[in-house]
């Protein structure tokens, strides 16, 4: 009941492009992982008729494919699995740029392409969501559902991505309390960034193949001439 109106049952609903069930959120995860290979596909299709595939594939990437991709994956509770499936959609995605073939190392695609890994973009935006739950005003749907369930699967994989990040811990909860959103968006930032760049390098350390490589210090977009 809501407003002493009863809410008809359904078995699916979709609600800002996020399809809800009795499984959770699993089609929507298949879908957006669908997408992701579909812009693969049509980014292999325009970059055979241009000069520069780097620069039209990495901008097409970063900045249509992924925010539709990522559009709202920071409420839903993500395997480790199911991010790996994205991270190589990405890396195809970067060999097309590259013409790189299957054999060169994800951390030099990745260094040379200058992009995030989706486990950090879903970190990041999960933790900032977060922050705004605690700040948001108990009478919002989101507020109510997320302290009905506090201690939920969400809430649990929250608190994961934080000891990910190593020294994020209590600083950030605290930070997301009682700093502004944009001290809190920026602090949550930065330290997600650095674990990342911290795992590409041990990455390239645990690779006899990128000596060279490793006097690159972080990925970074590059001109090729």
Known sequence: MVGGNEIKRTKEYKYLGIWLDDKGCEKTKHERIARANQWVGRLGSVARCRANKYEVVRGLWKGVAVPSIMYGLETMVWSRKELDR????????????????????VEAIRGDMGWSTFRERI?????????????????KWASKVWDWNMYGKWMKDSVKVERWTGEL??????????????????EINRRVEEKGKEEWLRGMSEKSTLEWYRRKDQPRYERFL
């Open 86 to 105: 994205l991270e190589v959609t990405q890396n195809k995605a970067g060999r097309i740029a590259l013409g790189a073939n299957r054999y060169v190392a």
């Open 169 to 186: 811990g209590m600083f950030v909860t605290g930070v997301m309390r009682h700093g502004s959103m944009a001290v809190c968006k920026k």
């Open 123 to 139: 970190a990041k935006a999960g933790l900032r969501y977060r922050a705004r739950l605690q700040r948001m005003d108990d009478s």
